[in-house]
């Protein structure tokens, strides 16, 4: 998760983009892995 909000920093990406982004950060695998 952390990998995802760093990568939100530095990109900084639109509202909806945000929203796209978080949920392939919680539905990728590599999701479950950090957790």
């Not at 990109?11 to 978080?22: E, I, Q």
Request: proline share 9%; charged share 25%.
């Amino acid at each position: 998760l952390d990998k995802c909000v760093t990568g939100l920093a530095t990109r900084l990406p639109r509202p909806t983009d945000l929203v796209k982004y978080a949920e392939s950060c919680m539905y990728t695998p590599n999701y479950r892995s950090y957790r």
